[in-house]
């Protein structure tokens, strides 16, 4: 700080006319400084805040910037009869304009957001037809029973689901020359790799690929794999695919009660369910490598993801980590 250095010199005796050489500090200007510090001692040093004080000149009030806060965590803007589906900056400039009459600048629109603490995310998505007094009580009572039967009777809870990869799927972007649209070559047929696997809370993973769509008889072999495979009593968590309700499955299940029970989440809740996450983690992992040649290509990097992912039982455990799903862990 300019300040303090001009001080120290003339604590050592420098003169004016070297203080102006040294600093580019004007003799009157120094001398200002010096006779200050000698009244005011350390305390004249420590620089006066410059500018408008912080918060004056805003064109929104404290109870104006609450209302509009709680807007934006409560609603979306189509519900506000906004013509936007998300909140961006544009969403919430004219939400201010036709709650206040008040005209921001964009820019002055994104200051407020930072201030408040608000930061663009990703999007959580939920199904209209999900109910939420369902889910609800599936976290409060249905689930609890279940956990407690499975310490009860020394079961693992396993949460099982079915996913497909595509070859020809590719979510992402590539950095290109502007106005130069990156291009991949891919081959016109289509390729694709069922599976079906299951997570445990204690970082266990088990996993099944098929060809075609999942049916009764699939199903029932994963069963038998899974408790083949595991030394206790299965409970597996799943959701409400239509196989998995099919007469064959549940006389199945009825018949080998003692070894495996199925228990169904609520409708369109899927993000309660820790097998999505890991689901989405394999698919980022396969789209992130050069696309597949064929099905047996496929297949190979999807075995090899899961069996990487396998060997993780931390990786498997912090599925159980998400908001929606720690009541699992």
């Not at 407690?148 to 689901?161: C, L, S, T, V």
């Not at 445990?200 to 408790?227: E, V, Y």
């Not at 999807?302 to 929606?324: E, H």
Request: glycine share 6%.
């Amino acid at each position: 700080m300019l300040r303090s250095q001009v001080i120290a010199a003339r604590q050592e005796g420098v003169s004016y006319a070297d203080i102006l050489a040294r600093y580019g500090v004007q003799p009157g200007t120094a001398c200002a400084w010096w006779r200050r510090y000698l009244a005011q001692g350390d305390a004249m040093i420590r620089a006066d805040r410059r500018g408008r004080p912080p918060g004056s000149g805003m064109k929104l009030d404290a109870k104006q910037c609450g209302r509009i806060r709680r807007l934006i965590r409560d609603r979306m803007p189509d519900q506000l009869k906004l013509e936007f589906a998300l909140w961006t900056r544009h969403a919430v400039q004219r939400l201010i304009e036709s709650e206040y009459d008040i005209v921001l600048p964009i820019r002055t629109v994104g200051l407020y957001l930072a201030r408040w603490g608000y930061t663009p995310q990703r999007l959580a998505k939920r199904a209209y037809e999900q109910c939420s007094r369902a889910v609800q009580r599936w976290l409060d009572e249905d689930y609890p029973l279940i956990a407690a039967r499975a310490a009860a009777e020394n079961a693992e809870i396993h949460w099982g689901d079915e996913t497909g990869l595509r070859r020809d799927h590719q979510a992402g972007r590539s950095y290109a020359e502007r106005g130069k649209t990156p291009v991949m070559r891919i081959r016109a047929k289509r390729v694709r790799v069922q599976m079906i696997s299951t997570v445990t809370n204690r970082g266990t993973m088990r996993f099944m690929h098929f060809t075609g769509a999942m049916n009764s008889d699939l199903l029932i072999q994963f069963f038998k794999r899974l408790i083949r495979d595991t030394e206790r009593k299965v409970f597996v968590m799943l959701d409400n695919l239509k196989v998995h309700h099919s007469k064959k499955v549940t006389a199945w299940v009825a018949d080998h009660r003692e070894q495996i029970e199925v228990f169904y989440l609520p409708a369109y809740s899927s993000e309660r369910n820790p097998d999505e996450y890991l689901n989405g983690d394999l698919k980022q992992r396969i789209h992130s490598q050069p696309p597949a040649k064929d099905a047996a290509d496929l297949t190979r990097k999807t075995r090899s993801c899961l069996r990487s992912i396998q060997r993780q039982p931390a990786l498997v455990r912090s599925y159980f980590q998400n908001a929606f799903v720690t009541y699992a862990a």
